[in-house]
């Protein structure tokens, strides 16, 4: 079974252009997961998908970054205009958890990122 | 969730038994321990998970104590690979609340294995 896969792996780009991360969860999982590190920081939540809908869009740190699931299955995330700050590694992570299906766990699996330098 | 505090850093001979603690004092009756790790600037990995039980799989073992304000991760027999930084996370179980949930990652363990 594939596991969480993330694109691009690096990428550099200049301040005030956008840049678009894309995150293909473990095949069924309905919840999909962002998180960021960035440079000196922990590990922080950024938001989350079930299915195609936001649950908890609460870590977005401003209107600069915007994440999608259209159909459920991958998700991009947009920031526009970038930023020094937003400089970082971008995780996904996903999960198979649904409230109908009994035994499902709510263990999250991590892609391995996207390291993104705005310079 | 509740909050957790690990010591920053830890060393282990390779070989060796690698016992990782985490203090979560204020855990409540509905939320698991979780236990995560981070090789170098990969994503993070999953290790295991228990509630108030011990738990035992591949990777390791967890040791929850019967009041459940403490747990101690165990890696049987270290390895250079080990060498990362570990997370202990607590969080409410998701079939209690029918919600899954993110994961609030704390500064974790720095764990050093040596030759």
């Known amino acids: 079974e594939a596991g969480v896969t993330q694109f691009p792996s690096h990428s550099v780009i200049e301040k005030g252009q956008t840049v678009t991360l894309r995150c293909d969860p473990i095949?069924?999982?309905?919840?999909l997961y962002w998180y960021r590190r960035v440079m000196g920081k922990e590990i922080k939540f950024l938001l989350h998908?079930?299915?195609?809908?936001?649950?908890?869009e609460s870590g977005m740190p401003n209107n600069r970054f915007l994440a999608e699931r259209t159909g459920g299955t991958y998700s991009t995330l947009k920031v526009q205009p970038a930023e020094l700050e937003d400089s970082g590694v971008y995780f996904c992570?996903?999960?198979?958890?649904?409230?109908?299906?009994?035994?499902?766990?709510?263990?999250?699996?991590f892609g391995p990122g996207t390291r993104l330098t705005v310079l | 969730d509740a909050k957790t505090t690990q010591p920053p850093s830890m060393d282990c001979a390779e070989g060796r038994a690698a016992n990782l603690p985490c203090n979560h004092s204020?855990?409540?009756?509905?939320?698991?321990v979780y236990w995560y790790r981070q090789i170098h600037s990969q994503g993070p990995q999953y290790i295991i998970h228990?509630?108030?039980n011990n738990e035992t799989n591949e990777m390791a073992s967890l040791i929850i104590t019967e009041d459940r304000k403490s747990s101690t991760l165990i890696l049987p027999h270290a390895t250079l690979r080990d060498t990362a930084v570990y997370y202990c996370i607590v969080r409410v179980a998701a079939h209690l609340t029918g919600t899954a949930s993110k994961l609030t990652f704390g500064t974790g363990t720095r764990l050093q294995v040596t030759l």
């Open positions: 998908f079930v299915k195609e809908s936001k649950q908890d």
């Open positions: 228990g509630l108030k």
């Open positions: 992570a996903s999960s198979p958890f649904n409230s109908g299906r009994s035994g499902d766990t709510d263990t999250q699996y």
């Open positions: 204020t855990i409540s009756g509905n939320e698991y």
């Open positions: 095949s069924g999982h309905d919840n």
